[in-house]
């Protein structure tokens, strides 16, 4: 042992990068103790000082406090078990900046006032219990009396958002919007609405068939992207093939009435914030986006109600 080499405080802070006020400290801590001293009463280390300082560095930048550092480099505990500690304090930190950053992120988008980032952070602490009842009472009241027909359990699960253990900024910000759009009673009540004209389109006999919107965006998909003007007399096959089809799938004639009653299942729908629910709700859970109903439903009425006879005076 008496040949092995000796480094000077000042040889280790060279090899190693670090201050000479840093070694010392840790030497002081009992972290990274000198081997000896030399006959003038310096501080000396052993070989295995290099590799102790740079592990004792290496845990210090990944947040490591020196108490346990010193019991790892001592072999008073294992380091994978104070790895995986760590590492799950990390991921819980990480987690809180991310809602902060989301929070902050829509604060700062909206111009939003104290009042509103109170909410808004509100909204992001709320246990996976409180999000799972704010989400059942917005598809409750939209869905209220169907849940007993076949086909609507499943709709109200594929529109229910679950937010990840471990969200991304993105995903959080969607949560907070898509939670104000829960708790929005105007949106409650034109989904509502919706609901219940697509449940009275259904209530026919024979197979399930598909609804208004469902017939207007694929019948007006071409025209919207040609850019014709749904006024014009080039619409007039476009409008025609869709009170036809939607007039054959319900057994009534294509006339007047009809297309009042296509008219009105169509005004609902005819909201942005729909199809944004949708797209929050894919972000949410890892899912890809749909094509948006909108364009394809304004689309439709401009041009149905250029071609309804005038209100009687």
Avoid at 82 to 111: D, P, S, W
Avoid at 254 to 264: E, G, K, S, V
Wanted: glycine fraction near 6%; aromatic fraction near 4%; charged fraction near 25%.
């Amino acid at each position: 042992m008496s040949g092995e080499t000796r480094h000077t405080i000042g040889e280790l802070a060279r090899r190693t990068g670090l201050s000479v006020k840093t070694i010392r400290y840790y030497a002081d801590s009992g972290v990274v103790p000198p081997t000896d001293r030399s006959p003038a009463g310096y501080r000396r280390y052993g070989p295995a000082a290099v590799a102790r300082l740079e592990l004792v560095r290496t845990l210090r930048d990944l947040g490591v406090d020196l108490a346990t550092i010193r019991r790892v480099v001592n072999q008073e505990v294992p380091l994978p078990e104070v790895a995986a500690a760590h590492a799950e304090a990390l991921a819980v930190q990480i987690r809180v900046l991310r809602l902060r950053q989301a929070v902050l992120t829509v604060a700062a988008r909206r111009e939003s006032g104290p009042a509103e980032v109170d909410e808004l952070h509100r909204l992001a602490q709320l246990t996976t219990r409180e999000r799972g009842q704010l989400v059942a009472d917005f598809l409750g009241s939209v869905f209220a009396g169907l849940s007993d027909q076949p086909a609507y359990p499943g709709v109200m699960v594929s529109m229910t958002p679950e937010l990840p253990d471990d969200p991304s900024t993105e995903q959080v910000e969607a949560w907070l919007e898509l939670a104000e759009l829960c708790r929005d009673r105007e949106f409650r009540a034109r989904m509502r609405r919706l609901v219940l004209q697509h449940a009275a389109d259904h209530d026919v006999p024979g197979l399930p068939r598909p609804d208004a919107v469902a017939v207007v965006r694929d019948a007006v998909a071409a025209a919207l992207a040609a850019g014709l003007d749904p006024t014009s007399p080039d619409a007039d096959p476009v409008v025609a093939a869709v009170t036809s089809r939607y007039a054959s799938l319900h057994g009534h004639p294509d006339d007047a009435n009809l297309r009042q009653r296509l008219l009105d299942r169509l005004v609902p729908a005819n909201d942005p914030r729909r199809d944004r629910y949708l797209d929050l709700l894919a972000v949410l859970n890892g899912w890809s986006t749909g094509d948006a109903t909108v364009p394809a439903v304004d689309w439709f009425i401009r041009a149905l109600r250029a071609r309804m006879p005038e209100p009687a005076r």
